[in-house]
Structure formats: structure tokens, C-alpha cells
Nanobody, 119 residues
Framework: QVQLVESGGGLVQAGGSLRLSCAASGRTFSAYTMGWFRQAPGKERQFVAVIIWTGGSTDYADSVKGRFTISRDNAKNTVYLQMNSLKPEDTAVYYC????????????WGQGTQVTVSS
């Protein structure tokens, strides 16, 4: 399993931008499908975005399509989440996750980074 460490969270006004980073340990980062999830207070953790291990195909939750972009740099073992046009409802703890290739289970999780969007 890889170890994941997120960074880049913070407080931003509505309409602003943040870029989250997730650094992964290990030498096989390129073989992992990487994802971002978020959990708001009192709510269940929800899917935000995913980038597939082969070819970099991406998918997004409907609530963030057109505003968020997931990308990866395999040379740096890092996955990013660029968040633009942030809304107060984007406030949550954001988690990075990894799963091996096409397996179903998200096997590794980061500790989370807080994103707070003020109105």
C-alpha cells in the first residue's frame, strides 16, 4: 500500500481557488488509480474526482464538474485537485485515496485536509 499525505487546504472566500496536493510514497505510484473524496460535518464521505492509472482518464462528481480538475504527476508521485469557483457548500475535509490499478477497493487514505469556503 502507498502512504498518502495531503496538503493545500485552507480558508478561502466564495469564488476563490485552492489547489490540493497528495504526495504518495512508493515506487509504483503510476499503477494506482487516485481519487479525491470529501466529508462535510454531519455528512457521509462523498466522491469528488478520480484519475485512472492508465492514460489519465478522469471523472467527477456532478457537483464539481467544470470547477474542479484532478491531475497527476507520476514523476513526483503526486496527485492534485485544482478547485476553482469555490462555493460554501464545498466546505469539507478533503481526502486523497489510492487503489491498485482496476481493483474496486480504495485501499489507502490520507489524513485529510480542511477546506473552508466563506460566503
Amino acid at each position: 500500500q502507498v502512504q498518502l499525505v495531503e496538503s493545500g487546504g485552507g480558508l478561502v472566500q466564495a469564488g476563490g481557488s485552492l489547489r490540493l496536493s497528495c504526495a504518495a510514497s512508493g515506487r509504483t505510484f503510476s499503477a494506482y488509480t487516485m481519487g479525491w473524496f470529501r466529508q462535510a460535518p454531519g455528512k457521509e464521505r462523498q466522491f469528488v474526482a478520480v484519475i485512472i492509472w492508465t492514460g489519465g482518464s478522469t471523472d467527477y462528481a456532478d457537483s464539481v464538474k467544470g470547477r474542479f480538475t484532478i491531475s497527476r504527476d507520476n514523476a513526483k508521485n503526486t496527485v492534485y485537485l485544482q478547485m476553482n469557483s469555490l462555493k460554501p457548500e464545498d466546505t469539507a475535509v478533503y481526502y486523497c485515496a489510492a487503489k491498485w490499478a482496476d481493483t474496486a477497493k480504495w485501499a489507502s487514505w490520507g489524513q485529510g485536509t480542511q477546506v473552508t469556503v466563506s460566503s
